[in-house]
């Protein structure tokens, strides 16, 4: 099956060797997001609640791009410099996704990139090649 690349202006520019989202097939790899705003392409800010909310925006816009949408994601991989903010993962999460929720995965990390807070990457599955 041939690779399709995904690319739009509505999320951050890949700021290194990759895209912002493979497909092939049905399926779709979408590199990590972090809290940057496309149209600056800066950190939205310090909080981390809106900068939870500016990954969630950008894996949306990544999704529609591909022709899908944010519930069509089956894993998401959430990578914190900190633990404890979890919870407000969860909560926000919850206004992004219904159940059935896609599987999922948090660990903590020492540093993301542009000194962030949160990353999402994750898979989708598309209902159709279409």
């Given at each position: 099956?041939?690779?399709?690349?995904?690319?739009?202006?509505?999320?951050p520019?890949?700021?290194?060797?990759?895209?912002?989202?493979?497909?092939?097939?049905?399926?779709?790899?979408?590199?990590?997001?972090?809290?940057?705003?496309?149209?600056?392409?800066?950190?939205?800010?310090?909080?981390?609640?809106?900068?939870?909310?500016?990954?969630?925006?950008?894996?949306?816009?990544?999704?529609?791009?591909?022709?899908?949408?944010?519930?069509?994601?089956?894993?998401?991989?959430?990578?914190?410099?900190?633990?404890?903010?979890?919870?407000?993962?969860?909560?926000?999460?919850?206004?992004?996704?219904?159940?059935?929720?896609?599987?999922?995965?948090?660990?903590q990390?020492?540093?993301?990139p542009?000194?962030?807070?949160i990353?999402?990457?994750?898979?989708?599955?598309?209902?159709?090649?279409?």
């Amino acid at each position: 099956m041939a690779k399709v690349i995904i690319s739009t202006d509505n999320a951050p520019a890949a700021i290194g060797t990759y895209s912002q989202a493979v497909k092939v097939g049905t399926a779709v790899y979408l590199s990590g997001q972090i809290p940057l705003v496309p149209e600056s392409m800066e950190v939205i800010s310090e909080d981390f609640a809106e900068q939870t909310h500016q990954v969630f925006k950008n894996l949306i816009a990544v999704c529609k791009a591909s022709g899908g949408e944010l519930q069509d994601m089956v894993k998401v991989n959430i990578f914190l410099t900190d633990l404890s903010t979890f919870s407000v993962v969860n909560e926000i999460m919850s206004q992004y996704f219904k159940t059935p929720y896609p599987a999922r995965a948090a660990v903590q990390v020492s540093a993301l990139p542009k000194a962030v807070q949160i990353e999402i990457d994750g898979v989708m599955e598309l209902p159709s090649t279409n």
